[in-house]
């Protein structure tokens, strides 16, 4: 089962740190991926990272903001989030899997886990 945490409420221009966590099973050998889900929007994948934690992908709208981190030691993966707007108020899920790239959309269809969401609101 997984577990995001660190959501709330944050201005504009902002910064918040994610958590997901795994219980009953390792995150080790997994690869990792943060969606996030709008009002009235279809689910996006927003990054994603491999088992080891050395290969990332973001999606085009978070790059330069956003950043995954997995320690598998703890077995948590982490999604910094700076500079945050508008646009990024959602819920975030965070999922384990396989992360599948195509044409740079990350695809949710590699994912078999998923956790319950935290809910990210970005005042204007």
């Known amino acids: 089962q997984l577990q995001a945490s660190g959501g709330g409420l944050v201005q504009t221009g902002g910064s918040l740190r994610l958590s997901c966590a795994a219980s009953g099973f390792t995150l080790q050998g997994n690869a990792i991926a943060w969606f996030r889900q709008a009002p009235g929007k279809e689910r996006e994948g927003v990054s994603c990272i491999s088992p080891s934690g050395n290969i990332t992908r973001y999606d085009y709208s978070v790059v330069g903001r956003f950043t995954i981190a997995k320690d598998n030691a703890k077995s948590a993966v982490y999604l910094q989030m700076n500079g945050l707007k508008p646009e990024d108020t959602a819920v975030y899920y965070c999922?384990?899997?396989?992360?599948?790239?195509?044409?740079?959309?990350?695809?949710?269809?590699?994912?078999?886990?998923w956790g319950k969401g935290t809910l990210v609101t970005v005042s204007s």
């Open positions: 999922a384990a899997g396989r992360c599948i790239v195509d044409e740079g959309v990350i695809k949710d269809y590699g994912f078999n886990s």
